[in-house]
């Protein structure tokens, strides 16, 4: 019998505190998503001349482990004019969030600031390939994460910025 | 659960009764087969069918090099992702022969104590479901939901954190995590309290559970098993303090034992160990010191040729990593020995001569993680 009483005092303690528990859909009860969180990849945008970071070296590509993204390079026109110290930029990038394990191995290895661990995960899509997702619309999730966080680069000798 | 005649077997001879359990059972904790041969309410005899979660990671590491190695051994044990990166790690670092600088080894311990807390309370709370107890999982899975929030904000990730590196980790911790472990340690101290009082020693769960799927330590260590369930059989083996890895022989800390091998002890046991990763985590916060939290790798790493065979102590036992390489940045081969696996050969021993409503208590009392199992 002492056992069993032992464990309703329990339950009868727990009846009083408050509820751990959160209303998920109701945006304004949501819990708060730590400043690490790892959402999933986006590519960031350069405003100090207008331009992606990323210059499509490919190596994220190739040290992704479930081989989810592929880009392309071209010259960069702004580096013509002088305006970009990037020679190369990226002119077409695509992740399929669908397959990428949010690893974040792709932020690590890259050179160039140019990819980021973005606080998206709700991406719910109706088709099956829905989230295959293009060089706007990473852009777009970067620039939205850019600027919930104040997000700052960390290799600014990279940056693209020619100095005067 | 279906029931079916079946033409004798030769094990079982004249018992024409087979019982199927699974693979879409919702108390094998994922997909698994259990056969149970009965007669009258007796198990006869019962045989395991593994291998309906394989996934290859094992060939699939061949095809990996080292650092992308490390997101799929967050995926063996999907309960304990940290122990399993930190199994795979140690590894390469023995092959390698790497000095893991101090803070790295103590931020190691702190999250692998605390995934085994988060495990551990995993393994409470579905146990009290599998005994028919529904207010235990909500009280396990609220101490572990505090443990991920925290992993969340150390490392990025609630379960496949991918966190360790050869070398180190991936991140020194935040600014205010001294802070929320002091928080966290509290509210889990209380916690397991709590649960402890909750379940432990309700009598409904004493009569289900004492007595029920009894090993002895020499069955037990016979059949390789290992981890809480083997120490539930009164052998005090625990590789952190038998053959110590990283820091733990700096620890001071207890293992507990049980005396019966019943699905009390291994069940108990498992509480009293969630009690003394706490104290190890105590003590490893009070040393953390400031420095560097990477030793000096290159980022495509490349171990020398040889082999290697490492073994941690996850949340479900003595894990094992041995690894081929052949100079290259990928490994030749890579084998896991995995906890789960061994102790479910166990099974068989545990549930001869049960009654077959038992099987499920004696199954969820193993605490195996079909992820592993299947590899
Ligand atoms: S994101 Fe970084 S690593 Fe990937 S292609 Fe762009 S610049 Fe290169
Ligand atoms: S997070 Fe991992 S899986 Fe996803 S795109 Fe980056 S490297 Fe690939």
Redesign the interface.
Known sequence: ????I??L???LKTALRKP?TAQYPAPDKR?EI?????GFPALLWDDTVAEPYCTGCMVCIR?C?TQCMSAKMKDNPLHADGKSRRRKIVEEFEINLGRC?????CV??CNFDAIE?SHEHELGKYARNGNRVDLPELLDMGKQFQQETGWKPTQAKNIGRVEK | MITTTQTPTQQADAIDLMVNMGPQHPSTHGVFRLVIWVDGERIVKAEPHVGYLHRGSEKLCEG??Y??VI??FDRLDYVANLNGELGFCLAVEKLMGLEIPERAERIRVILCELNRIASHMLFYGVYGLDIGAM?PVL?GF?ER?RVQ?LF??????RM?H?YIRVGGV??DL?DDFGKRMTTLTDQLGRGIE?CD??????????ERTKGVGVIGPADAIDYGVSGPSLRASGVAEDVRVSEPYGIYDMFDFGVPIGANGDCWDRYYVRVEEMRQSLKIIDQAMRQLEPGPIMAKVR?LLRPPKGEVYARTESPRGDLGVFIVSDGTDKPYRVKVRAPSFANLQALQHMLRDAYIADAVIILGSIDIVLGEVDR
């Open positions: 019998m002492i056992g069993s032992k464990g005092g329990v339950t751990v819990l730590d400043e690490r969180y790892m040290e482990p394990i949010v690893c974040g191995i690590d290895v661990m | 990996e090099n650092g992308q997101t799929l207010t009280y609220r939901e929030a969340e904000a150390v490392t990025g990730a496949m991918n991936k991140e935040p709590e009082a909750l379940l432990s020693d309700n009598e409904m769960f004493l980022r």
